[in-house]
């Protein structure tokens, strides 16, 4: 069985950087690209990026450019996401999805982020 | 960047009820089209594929239909379990964009 396990939620100051981790089970890992969500008040969701877990090649929303770093770790099949110099605009849910060919067939459970002071 | 503009943004109906969801993208997307349905405080899940393809396990009374830059996808005979919010996006290339949403209540 396809599973995406998150990480847990966090609770981080405004300037501070974080990482958020997806585990991936149930099927080869570095045969699907991973890509990144953003979502927003429960409502708009927004692709960050993915990254190719065979080679560590990446594509960027634009938007999320300087804010958003994805990285792989093969040897643990998990897929993370550093967010950088956080502010409250990016208090969200974020999701990791599995890119199936052009569909997103699994998706992680979700990351609740809160940056506060 | 292709943008998708999503109609309509919310849907108050009744159980039993035909709806119809339709995206339209800023450019031609040939068919790579996704639809998501998405549960308060739960992920997306696939619904339909390229379009007009229905997802391992989805119920018959969801179709996807389109080509070019205008999609829809419609619900017959409306189930309870089918209210949530219903999300397009396009894969003719990154950004992956998705549409703004619908969410469909009971009326």
């Known amino acids: 069985e396809v599973q995406l396990q998150q990480s847990g939620p ?64 093969k040897s643990s099949s998990t897929a993370y996401m550093e967010l950088l110099s956080l502010t409250s605009e990016d208090s969200a849910v974020y999701y990791c999805a599995r890119n199936y060919v052009n569909y997103f067939d699994y998706w992680g459970q979700g990351t609740t982020l809160t940056v506060s002071s | 960047d292709i943008q998708m503009t999503q109609s309509p943004a919310s849907l108050s109906v009744s159980v039993g009820e035909t709806v119809t969801i339709t995206c339209r993208a800023s450019e031609n997307i040939y068919s790579n089209l996704a639809w998501y349905q998405q549960k308060q405080g739960k992920s ?30 419609k619900i017959n005979s ?10 397009c996006q396009h894969f003719w290339g990154t950004p992956f964009t998705f549409g703004s949403g619908t969410k469909l209540e009971i009326k």
């Open chain 2, 44 to 73: 997306p899940q696939l619904l339909v594929y390229a379009a007009t393809n229905l997802a391992d396990g989805v119920p018959s009374r969801f179709s996807g239909s389109g080509s070019g830059t205008q999609y829809s996808l």
């Open chain 1, 10 to 73: 966090e609770l981080v100051k405004p300037g501070a950087s974080m990482k958020i981790s997806c585990k991936a089970s149930g099927y080869s890992f570095t045969g699907y690209t991973m890509n990144w969500v953003k979502q927003s008040h429960g409502k708009n969701l927004e692709w960050i990026g993915l990254i190719n877990p065979y080679n560590g090649g990446t594509s960027y929303n634009q938007k999320f450019k300087g804010k958003a770093t994805l990285t792989v770790d």
């Open chain 2, 78 to 87: 409306l189930q309870s379990e089918d209210f949530g919010s219903y999300y």
